[in-house]
């Protein structure tokens, strides 16, 4: 009986990541299908500061993110995800290499990839005709790692600055 449920406790955290493959690549599908309206099919709650600026609280996450967002930037609109539980920028640099993986492997081949390093973050660019861009950010100063897909048909660059999430909040 001990030997089976150590196998069972060895197999635990095989069967999670498995499980959690399995929920990235079906919130990454349904983030850019919902791409398409402008992401209102996964809109939830607004969420405003006293200069009336917002954004909102979308109804999918993909997993372990600190937090996720949909927000318009220059006319666009799109949808954000941030992980800040690396601890040190190393670890956050093999998160980045498995989220850039596992995107990549969600989408399927037809979308290209494109490598940039600027002067605080490296990314990758996911390119595909007639489909949403997707950046992937790995900050170089902090141990965070951001996902950013934006609307076919806009920016195939991504941003050039990572949003101020605490000047919102402390205008």
Not at 152 to 160: D, F, N, P, R
Request: hydrophobic content about 45%.
């Amino acid at each position: 009986m001990r030997v089976g449920l150590r196998c069972v406790l060895l197999l635990y955290p095989l069967l999670g990541l498995a499980q959690n493959d399995a929920d990235f690549d079906a919130a990454l599908k349904r983030i850019v299908r919902a791409s398409k309206d402008r992401f209102i099919p996964i809109e939830g709650a607004r969420i405003e500061n006293r200069r009336r600026d917002f954004f909102f609280e979308p109804r999918v996450y993909l997993p372990g993110a600190t937090y996720c967002r949909i927000f318009e930037l220059d006319s666009t609109w799109i949808f954000g995800c941030e992980w800040e539980h690396a601890k040190t920028t190393a670890a956050a640099a093999g998160f980045y290499d498995q989220l850039v993986a596992k995107a990549e492997t969600t989408l399927g081949a037809e979308w290209s990839k494109q490598i940039n390093s600027r002067k605080s973050w490296n990314e990758v660019l996911l390119i595909a005709r007639g489909q949403p861009t997707l950046q992937l950010i790995q900050e170089t100063r902090a141990p965070v790692v951001h996902l950013f897909v934006f609307p076919a048909g806009t920016s195939q660059k991504g941003l050039s600055t990572i949003p101020d999430w605490h000047a919102f909040f402390h205008p």
